[in-house]
T-cell receptor, first 113, second 114 residues
Framework: DADVTQTPRNRITKTGKRIMLECSQTKGHDRMYWYRQDPGLGLRLIYYSFDVKDINKGEISDGYSVSRQAQAKFSLSLESAIPNQTALYFC????????????FGPGTRLTVL | DQQVKQNSPSLSVQEGRISILNCDYTNSMFDYFLWYKKYPAEGPTFLISISSIKDKNEDGRFTVFLNKSAKHLSLHIVPSQPGDSAVYFCAASVRGGGADGLTFGKGTHLIIQP
């Protein structure tokens, strides 16, 4: 079984809809991250969390919100989806000691029409 | 302003030869560098890393070289194999826990020709 799972793997939605992407991990890591990848671009950080009570904005947090429901679960929400949020979304985890080395989920491909 | 730059979108190398992927950075605060490999429909996977106190780190067929004065690093794969065909991302962080996450380059698509 995968250590970092993301659901759904693919989602097509319409402008203005609320969308939630979910991430679960069995690695026991404290730190979790959400990244976004656009075609021809690298991954950009949306939000990150060091523990359940610690949520931080990344480079491109506008239009997104997150919830850390438990150590193992970190969800990303788009309150009102817009077409330029069409992208590949990755969740990642890391531990405290080797926080630079991150373990990524398989990604969620989101299309906003 | 792109802080981590991979200027070659793609690179084609013959099987058995050396693959050299390059990466430049502009932020002097970066002191830990990583390479990730990504296959289609999968998330990136960690490949190799290097701290700024070193200028070389080797792991099997993969070697990363760091030139701090030039703010440049490179990944060498010797010999290149068909399974190495993937997108390679260079990433950087300020040591101390990757507190702000990682800063990624745009990636280089490596194609290994038989």
């Amino acid at each position: 079984d995968a250590d970092v799972t993301q659901t759904p793997r693919n989602r097509i939605t319409k402008t203005g809809k609320r969308i939630m992407l979910e991430c679960s991990q069995t690695k026991g890591h404290d730190r979790m991250y959400w990244y976004r990848q656009d075609p021809g671009l690298g991954l950009r950080l949306i939000y990150y969390s060091f523990d359940v009570k610690d949520i931080n904005k990344g480079e491109i947090s506008d239009g997104y919100s997150v919830s850390r429901q438990a150590q193992a679960k970190f969800s990303l929400s788009l309150e009102s989806a817009i077409p330029n949020q069409t992208a590949l979304y990755f969740c990642a985890t890391s531990d405290l000691v080797r926080a630079d080395t991150q373990y990524f989920g398989p990604g969620t491909r989101l299309t906003v029409l | 302003d792109q802080q981590v730059k991979q200027n070659s979108p793609s690179l084609s190398v013959q099987e058995g030869r050396i693959s050299i992927l390059n990466c430049d950075y502009t932020n002097s605060m970066f002191d830990y560098f990583l390479w990730y490999k990504k296959y289609p429909a999968e998330g990136p996977t960690f490949l190799i890393s290097i701290s700024s106190i070193k200028d070389k780190n080797e792991d099997g067929r993969f070697t990363v070289f760091l030139n701090k004065s030039a703010k440049h690093l490179s990944l060498h794969i010797v010999p290149s194999q068909p399974g190495d065909s993937a997108v390679y991302f260079c990433a950087a962080s300020v040591r101390g826990g990757g507190a702000d996450g990682l800063t990624f380059g745009k990636g280089t698509h490596l194609i290994i020709q038989p």
